[in-house]
């Protein structure tokens, strides 16, 4: 039990572990394409740059007669990073190829833009600059709510939930925008990822409860086993010491002229050998029952006088005063196997006189579909009911001490009437008795 419990704590703790380092790559694969993303709105935040600065251009009258700003570069391999040719892009991902040299372009375009022209224009028109960072980023399938963009010297008040990019031209600082978070984005496309971690997460989550379920169960059963062993050696050993007892008390001090102390010793033994024969019974029952291919021996039975010579065996087994009521024709007859069909009884009956008051008023029904045995008995608590046909289970009764048990009474009963076929249904009320019924179903 110790490796055991060492061996669970290890698991859970492995569990745990495993479950945050998937939490926190989840992170760092959100925060990865959040900054791809980041980076795609700046590069149309250039452009609406580059779109505005244009538009200022040829209103102050700084473009040629056709309202078109002409540009003169010159660029060298390393201001484009080793730009590809067409035949090269076509085979790289559009965003190694293109995207990078577009970026680089742009960012060329405007720089020249700022420098050559930034002194002769003004203040920029950002009403503009946002009416064309919204078109632009839409071109883009993005659809934020907010977007707001400000010089670097002004201030905004914004929500801490807006993603905010500075804007930069040569290093310097130039815009400030905001806008509203492409987080359905970014989620969409970590979908994939997100769905599949949480299934996995589940079926983990699910095994593992299962597996403690088992455990747990297999730990009560164990439990109840031991119960039962302790339980029963202590019943065997009580009727063999008395037994024992009352044999060496006639062995060593005979005397052949007190016959009611012969008779007071030798009965004595004879209840006990009796009960140790019962518990005996129980233990080889318990045995028969796991055979896997125990088989019925049945034959054809006349109830009523079967039923009428258990009851009468159990009236003089019992040990308190018992009135037992037999309803069955004479003629009733079943098939069934006679030996455990007559355990079945012995042990339906036994129990209602055992969980019962002082006296036990006790009814066995029965006809050729059905036999149901009912009592005035202490009853059986609901939140039990569904348990007492369970391997050494006992039903719990704080105000019961004086019965003892070994829970595998109704558990033979249960299984022997499965064996047969046929099904058994309990109806209980504490404080007002119970009623087994044992249906014949296959005949």
Not at 14 to 43: G, P
Not at 74 to 87: H, N
Not at 181 to 198: A, N
Request: glycine share 6%; with cysteine; charged share 25%.
């Amino acid at each position: 039990m110790k490796h055991f419990k060492l061996i669970l704590t290890v698991t859970r703790i492995t569990i745990t572990l495993l479950f945050a380092a998937n939490v926190i790559f989840m992170v760092k694969l959100y925060n990865s394409i959040k900054e791809r993303y980041i980076d795609d709105v700046e590069q149309c935040l250039r452009r609406a740059d580059q779109i505005e600065i244009v538009d200022r251009i040829i209103n102050a009258g700084l473009g040629d007669e056709d309202n078109v700003v002409r540009l003169q570069l010159g660029l060298q391999k390393s201001d484009t990073d080793g730009a590809m040719g067409t035949e090269e892009l076509l085979e790289k991902d559009y965003s190694q190829g293109y995207r990078r040299v577009d970026k680089q372009l742009i960012s060329i375009i405007t720089g020249y833009l700022h420098d050559n022209y930034a002194d002769q224009l003004g203040k920029p028109n950002l009403a503009n600059m946002e009416e064309a960072f919204r078109r632009d980023l839409s071109f883009s399938g993005f659809y934020p709510e907010e977007i707001h963009i400000i010089g670097p010297e002004d201030t905004f008040e914004y929500g801490s939930d807006l993603w905010h990019i500075s804007y930069r031209i040569n290093d310097v600082l130039t815009y400030n925008a905001y806008i509203s978070p492409l987080t359905d984005h970014i989620l969409k496309e970590m979908s994939g990822v997100i769905v599949t971690s949480v299934l996995i997460a589940l079926v983990l989550t699910a095994g593992f409860w299962y597996l403690l379920h088992i455990i747990n169960r297999l730990r009560t059963i164990e439990e109840m086993k031991d119960d039962f062993t302790n339980n029963m050696t202590h019943e065997l050993k009580t009727p063999i010491a008395i037994a024992y007892a009352a044999n060496d008390a006639l062995l060593q001090f005979p005397d052949p002229h007190d016959e009611q102390r012969t008779k007071k010793y030798l009965t004595a033994a004879l209840e006990q050998l009796s009960k140790l024969t019962g518990l005996v019974e129980n233990i080889l029952a318990m045995s028969m029952e796991r055979r896997k291919h125990l088989t019925m021996a049945k034959e054809k039975i006349n109830l009523r006088p079967f039923l009428a010579s258990i009851i009468e065996q159990q009236k003089l087994r019992a040990d308190k005063p018992c009135e037992i009521t037999l309803n069955c024709a004479e003629d009733t007859v079943i098939n069934a196997d006679p030996t455990h069909f007559s355990n079945v009884i012995s042990n339906l009956i036994d129990n209602s006189i055992k969980y019962s008051g002082d006296t036990v008023s006790i009814t066995v029904n029965a006809d050729s579909s059905v036999v149901s045995v009912s009592d005035n008995g202490i009853g059986i608590p609901p939140k039990s009911l569904p348990d007492i046909f369970n391997k050494f289970y006992r039903v719990p009764h704080g105000n019961r001490s004086d019965v003892r048990g070994y829970g595998i009474g109704l558990f033979y009963v249960k299984s022997i009437i499965d064996r047969h076929g046929w099904r058994i249904e309990v109806e209980s009320k504490l404080g007002k008795g119970s009623r087994f019924t044992i249906k014949f179903t296959e005949q």
